[in-house]
């Protein structure tokens, strides 16, 4: 079975400062590693997705996130917040690349 | 191609009463996904199509749903004698095989 745990519900970021998400996973099988978006009244968008061709995955929108197998993580990161980043981010985790285990979301203010 | 669309995007309905979503994937897409997400939840898998196929449910789809692709093309999930606890937004998503999932904008169902 599959799991993940999103930590910390809230995230408050100046413009301009490092965005840093954590996700822990937990997997009996070589996972694949997702990150979710999603603005407000729409569906979820891909971030980018870990599937085991290199540990440290660039996404859309300057984010990236790092594979850690021994700490068994996926944690996201942005060098620079911007005011548009402010959404709902979501770190996912499957044996596959359809039967997807989302955490429970992680809600990112920007203040200017 | 405009994306995954789903109809309608709000639903409000009274308790016993049937609802039935639609969902449109991308036209080359020959996988299809369910999931409802709850408030302050990640999204939850309930079942998936290959082509007209449901290949998957989850436990979370008890007797009272059901879901169809009958030709492979768009899907309808059916909620039988709504429940207060069935009210979510219900998020399709379509994929090829092998590929990214792309959600839609989600129906969101209030049971009163």
């Known amino acids: 079975a599959q799991s993940v745990t999103q930590l910390g519900s809230h995230v408050s970021v100046s413009e301009g400062a490092l965005v840093l998400l954590r996700c822990n996973y937990s997997?009996?099988?070589?996972?694949?590693l997702f990150w979710y978006v999603q603005y407000p009244n729409q569906g979820l968008q891909l971030l980018l997705k870990?599937?085991?061709?290199?540990?440290l995955v660039k996404g859309i929108n300057g984010f990236e996130a790092e594979f850690k197998k021994s700490e068994t993580s996926f944690h996201l990161t942005k060098p620079s917040a911007h005011m548009s980043d402010a959404a709902e981010y979501f770190c996912a985790v499957g044996p596959n690349d359809y039967k997807l285990s989302f955490g429970a979301g992680t809600t990112v203010t920007v203040r200017a | 191609d405009t994306g995954v669309s789903q109809d309608p995007r709000h639903k409000i309905t009274k308790r016993g009463q049937n609802v039935t979503f639609r969902c449109d994937p991308i036209s080359e897409h020959n996988r299809l996904y369910w999931y409802r997400q709850t408030l302050g939840q990640g999204p939850e898998f309930l079942t998936y199509f290959q082509n007209e196929a449901q290949l998957e449910k989850s436990r979370l789809l008890s007797d009272r749903f059901s879901a169809e692709r009958p030709k492979g093309s768009f899907s309808t999930l059916e909620i039988q004698r709504t429940e207060q606890g069935d009210s979510a937004m219900y998020l399709c998503a379509s994929s090829g095989t092998k590929e990214t999932q792309y959600f839609g904008p989600g129906t969101r169902l209030l049971v009163l």
């Open positions: 997997s009996s099988v070589p996972p694949y």
């Open positions: 870990y599937t085991s061709a290199a540990t």
